[in-house]
């Protein structure tokens, strides 16, 4: 596959290392009550859908970003690709 | 026969001879022979035998395609089996042979197996050995593997080179024939990047094997000139001796390259190299197959595909036969006869199965419209066909056309079915192309000449403008369109004998029939359990027929049943080629540690860890067993100092304000409070809970820590920290950098080594023990002003530090460090004696850290804070987790101090019995203790510290071991840790 | 401790070797530190150089010659410089700064290679997937990728000239792999290599 980078343009899958659900992002607050049920949730009961999806790719032999790559899981089309550091602070991920 | 009398016209080159063998005849040919078109103009009818039934086997087609001669090349370690005459290039000395015979190609000893045909129709592997269940191993697969599978490999190391490499174009053109040169042209025209690829050693495709016009001139001559005006061309890459295998994501295609399959002696250059070719556009120009009709001993040697024999003719100037019939349902197959007349072979008849005047006025030619052959003549080889009426012709060669099959095979790798279209009979491809692919030509049902050329054309001015490329103006090159007409006809149902449709694997008319019968109804199921285009053709010449036969029987539509998947790679690929340059020693890399150069000299001996050459033991002159090597350096480390290399430990630079903060949240023990000059033994867990890794990181500055890992989990947990430094933290001010590579580290071990450091560090630092306590840390300078950090850590016991310099040092320091340290006896120890001492001091490490254990299971839960939240913080607190009758490590020692103790051992409670379900933990590492004089061992156990002084079964059934053993706590020395304090 | 002094040793020991007509040689005595920059305080990493500040993928060298910033990340950059004292090069970078910033030395981290010559490119496609076309990856380009499964920085000084920086513990295998690659490009060839890789050896 090819992963267009958004800094670097088009660059080969195999520089990359996949992770999984970019709802990974959203790890739970640890100091809620229910925090042990979402934990659960967020690490075992994670989406994989056929058809799109978001995930987590990291271009360790490239530039060491972590990317969010909206990949369709049936066609391998690939429609969007973000910096997942830039995804984390638009979804409120600070310090 | 010489093999050197040829018709006129033609590609070979008559002004030299090749000599070659079959079989170990001696034979001529030309330069641009192939082997196939070689043995036929020798007179060479019989190349093999076939798979299941061991029938005679002939030259079937002209290409890729072949279904029938497979034969070996070279000999030796060189040996290549299963490659098809059709598209091995002739060379000065080439040695073939035939194969898939017992005893002689001619008097094949499992020809009876032609007697035995009714007990081997569809399914017989499934249906006959069965039962009894027994002789399964001892007598059926022994037999069947010596007597299936067509040839056989040496069995010796491939002795030559392959490569591999990276292609990139805007325009990939697979496929050098009118469609492809045209759609090259274009492209290259144009100024785009292209790359034509073609799998014969002459591009031009059919052009070659037809006598089609274009432009005026022969289509061979105009092919020709174009190959040559392209291969001027700066932007344009010429691939022949070339098969795109397979159509990946995103313009991704496989090509291999043959690159001296064709000459005598690579001569070290690799024979074939794998290229990865990444474009922005492909245009599939690959042609089509032509398709036989089944009808009864439709096999025998001389008859053949009525293209091939064209091709034969035209291109290599070979009759492949001194009186040819055709036997056709369409126009095209009537162009055989013509060429074939034009250069004065006799027409023994055409056989139409179409009731229609005849197409083309053939003088002098006998025609029978809606004639039908039923059967033919000729043991070894063809003499006479029967046809329905009855009436017997005598000819040696016939030429079968059914129709042609766009090879829509590259159009389907990813998922894309073909369709079908009615007006060509024939399959052509459907919706889902590989992404950026576009097809012309034949393979997309366009079957002129003329309708080729066009397409290609069309197709690259479109891509060309798509992509944004200056079109060149070019004028289509002028052809006619010549006449395709065709009328379905798939089998003669007069025929009362066998009809081969799968020439390769033998399936016959009737196995299918009987398949179908037997209720294999889908395409799928019926490949699987007939064989049908199976092995190296793939079904390339028989799929079609073969649905069409399944369809007549179900009273379903081709179309509706539809094509198997295709899948890579289109032709047989050998392995070596994948494997590339990557073989032995360069199969990956290898790292070597800072010190690797001094260790070689001292005579160490290596060992492979996570990549690394470590050395493991420095055996020196009386040692004759590696425990006394490993003994010694444990001894003298513990009564002395000893030094190791430790720079294979990842570490990583951790800077930024937020740096701190950063610490706790990947460690699960705090780091925000550690003071600078300061380090910490740190536990680091996965978000589920369980340990992940463990090293130590110390504070170099307010804002600078370094971090060590495991040498296994230095990549990951880098990897890992950056996830959590973008993803999950990312208003933190921290960042990275691998300091693996920089630094070459050293532990230096042992009650002298505080004496040992002395002379190395430069004043005025303090070493002494208020100065420069366990667990300090500090920046320094070694040896007269060289950077360097050292750390008071013990992994040993001993008083213990590391010392690390930049690598470029590595090998200097080591040295100085034994230098500095022979008043001491110093005594340099590898990783054998480093896992000997960490497992007498019960620390743990990767069998230890295995992926299942907990904090808890580790006796270090007290670790994780529960002030701070860190990764697996939350989940490392679920009950299971915990449970105070879970496993714990402990130590072991054997009751029978002689006996040695072997890792992987199950603990069994001394009256269980030797089963699973008693199994009460395991055994991790174990090792002989120098300084306790037995093996000793760490392991899980259940409900481990309650149990100290308990006897258990350490039960190892796979080495047949059976010891008692005690159950003690997980330190065996100096449990209070004296010594590293001192 | 003047009986100890520690000798510097390039894990090449100083290779140099030609191959057809491409010229391997490894670089020593050059200097590398990564460079991060404060969060926020970006801009003001790049006034500290005089040397514009390379986009990710990209270079940028000083008027000189003697320093060149590699884009290899969004928020750091690598320098390559020689440094007045090899054993302070961290310090000389840090001491260079306009503003705090965190300095990592990683001049003993890698290995330099270059590769020069008219066949440089099919010598290269046998190793790096990247296109190393003109237009794609021209003279100043500089980038991380995988070669014989390392991570290697691949720079494009000038038009024939490459440098390859790869991870110095795997300096050998990697060396073998270039030379292996070179030796089955140009060496024992029945053809010209010109003829057969007319593209990108411009």
Redesign the interface.
């Known amino acids: 596959m090819i992963i267009p980078h958004p800094l670097l343009g088009p660059r080969d899958a195999s520089e990359f290392v996949y992770l999984g659900d970019a709802s990974l992002i959203d790890r739970p607050d640890p100091r809620a009550a229910d925090a042990l049920q979402q934990f659960h949730d967020y690490l075992y009961l994670r989406d994989n859908p056929a058809g799109e999806h978001r995930e987590l790719w990291f271009h360790e032999h490239g530039d060491r970003s972590w990317l969010v790559v909206t990949r369709n899981t049936l066609t391998h089309e690939i429609t969007a690709v973000e910096l997942a550091k830039k995804v984390a602070l638009e979804r409120g991920r600070d310090r | 026969m010489t093999g050197l009398e040829r018709l006129p016209g033609g590609l070979v080159d008559r002004n030299r001879c090749i000599a070659f063998t079959f079989d170990g005849h001696p034979y001529l040919g030309f330069p641009g022979d192939t082997l196939a078109s070689a043995l036929l103009a020798n007179g060479v009818r019989m190349v093999g035998r076939s798979f299941k039934y061991h029938r005679p086997r002939g030259v079937f087609s002209a290409g890729s395609e072949e279904p029938n001669a497979l034969v070996q090349l070279r000999r030796g370690a060189y040996r290549e089996p299963n490659t098809r005459a059709t598209v091995a290039e002739l060379f000065d000395g080439l040695d073939a042979t035939s194969q898939n015979y017992c005893g002689s190609l001619r008097f094949d000893l499992l020809a009876v197996n032609d007697l035995l045909a009714s007990f081997l129709g569809a399914g017989f592997y499934y249906k006959t050995f069965m039962w009894p269940q027994a002789l399964w191993e001892r007598l059926y697969e022994p037999v069947i593997r010596a007597s299936a599978g067509p040839g056989r490999l040496s069995g010796d190391t491939d002795p030559d080179v392959y490569d591999r490499g990276y292609l990139h174009c805007d325009l990939l053109v697979i496929g050098s024939g009118p469609a492809g040169l045209a759609a090259a042209l274009v492209a290259g025209r144009s100024g785009a990047r292209t790359i034509l690829v073609d799998e014969d050693f002459v591009m031009g495709g059919r052009l070659h094997a037809e006598t089609h016009e274009i432009d005026g001139q022969p289509g061979g001559a105009w092919a020709g000139s174009v190959v040559a005006e392209l291969g001027a061309l700066e932007n344009v890459r010429l691939l022949s001796r070339t098969t795109v295998i397979g159509a990946y994501d995103h313009g991704i295609y496989g090509a291999v390259e043959r690159k001296t399959d064709h000459l005598p002696d690579s001569k070290g250059k690799p024979r074939q190299i794998l290229w990865r070719v990444h474009s922005r556009r492909a245009i599939l120009c690959a042609g089509a197959i032509e398709r036989p009709i089944a009808f009864g001993a439709n096999d025998r040697p001389g008859v053949m595909l009525a293209g091939a024999v064209r091709t034969y003719a035209n291109r290599y100037a070979v009759a492949p036969g001194k009186r040819v019939g055709v036997f056709t349902n369409n126009d095209d197959g009537w162009r055989t006869a013509v060429d074939l007349a034009a250069k004065g072979v006799e027409i023994a008849a055409v056989i139409d199965t179409r009731e229609m005047a005849p197409p083309v006025d053939v003088t002098s030619v006998e025609v029978r419209m809606g004639g039908r052959i039923t059967t033919t003549w000729g043991r070894k080889g063809l003499k006479a066909i029967t046809l329905a009426t009855g009436e017997k012709i005598a000819m040696d060669c016939l030429a079968v056309s059914g129709g042609w099959n766009p090879a829509v095979h590259l159009t389907c790798h990813q998922r894309g079915r073909p369709i079908w279209r009615d007006d060509i009979a024939a399959f052509v491809p459907g919706t889902g192309l590989p992404v950026g692919m576009a097809v012309a030509g034949s393979v997309n049902g366009s079957l002129s000449c003329g309708a080729a050329l066009r397409e290609g054309h069309d197709a690259a001015s479109a891509i060309m403008q798509d992509l944004g490329i200056g079109l060149a103006k070019d004028a289509l090159p002028a052809a006619s369109d010549e006449s395709v007409a065709v009328m379905p006809f798939w089998r003669v149902t007069e025929s009362r004998g066998r009809a081969w449709v799968d020439l390769q694997n033998d399936v016959t008319v009737k196995d299918i029939q009987q398949a179908h019968h037997e209720g294999y109804r889908s395409v799928e199921l019926l490949k699987r359990y007939t064989t049908l285009g199976m092995a190296t053709d793939q079904g390339k010449t028989a799929n079609v027929v073969a649905l069409a036969i399944l369809a007549e029987h179900g009273g379903r539509s081709i179309g509706d049943i539809g094509t198997t998947i295709f899948r890579p790679p289109y032709t047989p690929v050998s392995i070596a080629v994948f494997a590339g340059r990557s073989r032995g020693k360069a199969f990956r890399p290898t790292r070597l540690t800072p010190s690797h150069v001094w260790a070689e000299g001292r005579g160490g001996t290596f060992v492979e860890a996570s990549g690394w050459l470590r050395a493991r033991w420095y055996p020196v002159s009386g040692e004759t067993h590696w425990r006394q090597s490993v003994d010694r350096e444990v001894r003298l480390t513990r009564s002395g100092v000893g030094i190791c290399d430790v720079s294979t430990l990842g570490k990583i630079d951790i800077q930024g304000e937020d740096s701190g903060t950063f610490l706790n949240k990947v460690y699960a023990n705090g780091f925000a409070k550690l003071p600078v000059g300061r380090v910490r033994y740190g536990l680091m867990l996965r978000e589920d809970g369980f340990v992940y890794d463990d090293g130590t990181t110390a504070r170099l500055g307010k804002t600078h820590f370094v971090m060590t890992t495991t040498t296994a989990n230095d990549g990951l947990v880098f990897r890992n920290l950056e996830f959590a430094r973008q993803c999950l933290w990312p208003g933190l001010d921290v960042h990275l950098a691998s300091a693996t590579e920089q630094w070459a580290q050293f532990s230096v071990a042992g009650p002298r080594s505080r004496d040992l450091l002395a002379k190395i560090v430069d004043p005025p630092f303090d070493l002494a023990n208020d100065a420069f306590p366990l667990m300090a840390c500090g920046t320094v300078t070694v040896c007269g002003g060289a950077p360097g950090r050292l750390f008071r850590i013990s992994f040993s016991g001993e008083l213990g530090y590391e010392i690390a310099v930049p690598s470029r040092y590595g090998v200097s320091f080591m040295a100085a460090l034994m230098t500095a340290g022979e008043d001491f006896d110093a005594v340099p120890y590898g990783v054998e004696a480093l896992g000997v001492m960490r497992l007498e001091k019960g620390h743990v490490a990767g069998n230890e850290l295995n992926g299942q254990s907990t904090a808890k299971m580790l006796n270090l839960e007290r670790m994780i804070s529960r002030k701070k939240d860190c990764i697996g913080n939350v989940l490392s607190q679920r009950p299971a987790m915990n449970r105070q009758d879970g496993l714990a490590m402990m130590g072991f020692r054997p009751l029978d101090r002689s006996v040695e103790l072997t890792a992987g051992a199950h603990f069994l409670a001394m009256d269980a019995e030797d089963r699973m379900a008693a199994d009460e933990g395991y055994m991790t590492s174990v090792a002989h203790s120098p300084e306790l004089g037995y093996s000793i061992g760490l392991g899980f156990i259940m409900r481990g510290p309650e149990r100290v002084g308990e006897t258990v079964r350490a039960w190892d059934a796979v080495n047949g071991k059976d010891i008692p053993v005690e159950i003690v706590p997980p330190h065996f020395v100096d449990p209070q840790g004296n010594r590293l304090r001192g | ?11 090449l020991a100083g290779y140099a070797r030609t191959i057809g007509d491409v010229l391997l040689t490894e670089v020593g005595d050059y200097n590398l530190c ?1 460079v ?1 920059a ?2 926020g305080e970006d801009e003001a990493l790049v006034d500290s150089f005089d040397v514009p500040r390379p ?3 990209q270079s940028s060298i000083s008027t000189d010659g003697a320093t060149r910033l590699l884009g ?5 950059i690598l320098i390559l410089f020689r440094a007045d004292d090899p ?2 090069a961290a310090d000389q970078v840090a001491a260079a700064m306009k503003t705090a910033a ?1 300095v ?7 290995v330099l290679l270059a590769l020069e010559g008219a066949d440089v490119c099919p010598v290269l ?7 190393l ?1 003109d237009a ?1 990856f021209p003279a100043g380009a500089v ?4 070669m ?4 290697v920085i691949i720079l494009r000084e000038r038009d024939n000239r490459f440098l390859l920086f790869n ?8 060396l ?2 270039v030379e ?2 070179a030796e ?1 490009v140009l ?4 053809e010209p290599v010109s003829v057969r890789h ?2 990108g050896t ?1």
Not at chain 3, 104 to 110: E, G, K, R, Y
Not at chain 3, 148 to 151: A, K, Q, W
């Open positions: 401790m003047a009986d100890h002094a520690l000798t510097a040793a390039s894990p990564s991060a404060p969060l986009a990710t993928g290899l990340q969004p928020d750091q054993d302070r965190y990592t030395d990683q001049s003993d981290s890698w496609e046998r190793l790096c997937m990247l296109d076309d794609a980038s991380r990728t995988v014989e499964h390392l991570s991870p110095r513990s795997s300096a050998r295998s990697f073998h792999a292996t690659a089955t060496l024992q060839s029945n007319r593209r411009s």
